[in-house]
């Protein structure tokens, strides 16, 4: 279980993508709801910090926020921690233990790595969360629980789920709003952004003003194809920082892995080298994220904002009218605007044929 | 990923470590600074810093770790670095 650190929406980085832009706003818009929240992203692409965040941003935030790597456990161990249990329910049990489900009353529990969890014990999670009662082990009491719950993956689920490995049921009962996080390497405009964020908290945590960053530090960065998302760059930010002695961040600054793989054994483009599984998770459909953006040059001359805004927009509103199986009224519900407003956005982003074939569809 | 080289691959060149050098020598010359190959003796290579990098301990410690990361994979005969 990890505190939360607070995290308001207006304090995080997210950088300029459009992807990354869409998704936070789909973070504003569920903060309200009690759904269940299926996160999928990358290793380091940031699941936990969304989970806080949608946590800081709901009426449940002065509540618990109890997060659990549903991977650290065993088979055995798993049921106990997540819905406690009774003395005596097994060998060492000696006293009564609340699980973190009880824990996170009134708050959200976080399941991180929900993938892991073994499919005998999903079967007891879709009863936990069909009926929001938990059983401890040993126990025969059912203890209500009011707690939202925001489930994490790195895999696609639906993948896992035609492969046998996933309750189909559980997937449905956890994909009510999914959001999938883009791994890094297909935002680089984000690197810079994200890079002179970390830069600063990891030289002021020394006392320092942030040096001078050469270009082709950033070119490097930006290169470099970031298995380890955003984390990875948060430590090579912390390494720089806690390094860096000439007053300048030179190449030198840079760990030996970044630099290598940036320059490449070729100039070519590094081809990613992400596991399969992993690959097809950040594939995931359905959240309102456009798809993904061309890369953009190191140094993006202009953008046009009022086209980024219409591409959230419509993509937003595509996605309510696909949540609300086109009914406008419920749509409009969802976004939170007038019903005659969504019309008018609707003929403004032009999104009328989807708009009606959603409706016929 | 298992693949056997050609032996001369496996041997060490001089050609071979510039062209280790080479991926990263647009970075380094872009931040003033330059690596030059100082002599191959049998299995062992010899560089050195130059430029603004030359005298930094964290920039030290990357070339060496990354051109003897390298070096190894690309040259099976391959022993020992010195950054001088």
Not at chain 1, 128 to 148: A, F, H, I, S, Y
Not at chain 1, 271 to 287: F, H, I, K, L, N
């Amino acid at each position: 279980m990890t505190t939360p650190q607070a995290v308001s929406m207006d304090s995080l980085v997210v950088g300029h993508s459009a992807r990354m832009k869409a998704v936070f706003e789909f973070l504003r818009i569920i903060g309200n709801s009690d759904s269940t929240v299926l996160v999928t992203g990358e290793s380091g692409t940031g699941k936990e910090v969304t989970a806080t965040v949608i946590h800081q941003n709901s009426r449940r935030r002065h509540h618990p926020f109890v997060a659990v790597s549903c991977a650290l456990f065993s088979e055995t161990l798993i049921e106990s921690e997540l819905f406690g249990h009774e003395r005596g329910a097994f060998t060492g049990a000696i006293k009564d233990r609340p699980g973190r489900f009880e824990m996170a009353e009134g708050g959200t529990i976080f399941l991180d790595d929900i993938d892991d969890v073994p499919l005998s014990m999903q079967v007891k999670l879709l009863r936990v969360l069909q009926n929001r009662t938990v059983e401890r082990l040993g126990g025969t009491r059912t203890v209500p629980v009011n707690v939202r719950v925001i489930a994490g993956t790195k895999r696609d689920l639906k993948q896992l789920v035609s492969e046998g490995k996933f309750r189909e049921d559980l997937f449905y009962r956890l994909n009510v709003l999914p959001i999938t996080l883009p791994p890094l390497r297909e935002r680089p405009e984000d690197i810079p952004v994200l890079m002179e964020h970390f830069l600063q908290r990891y030289f002021r945590r020394r006392g320092e003003d942030v040096p001078p960053v050469s270009d082709a530090v950033r070119q490097a960065l930006i290169r470099y194809p970031w298995p380890g998302n955003v984390r990875e760059l948060e430590n090579a930010c912390e390494r720089i920082a806690q390094t860096c002695t000439c007053g300048a961040v030179r190449v030198g600054c840079l760990s030996a892995g970044i630099l290598f793989r940036a320059g490449g054994p070729s100039l070519a483009p590094p081809p990613p080298r992400q596991e399969p599984t992993e690959d097809a998770a950040a594939r995931v459909p359905s959240p309102p994220v456009p798809a993904p953006q061309p890369m953009a040059p190191v140094r993006t001359t202009q953008i046009s904002l009022d086209d980024r805004i219409r591409e959230v927009e419509s993509t937003l509103i595509r996605w309510a009218l696909q949540a609300s199986g086109g009914n406008k009224s419920k749509a409009a519900e969802l976004l939170r605007i007038k019903r005659s407003t969504l019309g008018d956005r609707i003929n403004r982003c032009g999104l009328r044929h989807e708009a009606t074939a959603e409706a016929g569809g | 990923m298992a693949c056997t080289l050609p032996l001369q691959l496996a041997m060490v060149t001089k050609e071979g470590v510039e062209g280790v050098l080479n991926r990263v020598r647009p970075y380094l010359r872009a931040d003033g600074g330059d690596i030059e190959l100082v002599g191959v003796d049998g299995n062992s290579v010899v560089v050195r810093l130059t430029g603004v990098c030359a005298g930094c301990p964290s920039a030290h410690m990357t070339l060496h770790v990354g051109i003897e990361t390298a070096l190894r994979e690309e040259m099976a005969d391959f022993g020992t670095l010195r950054v001088a």
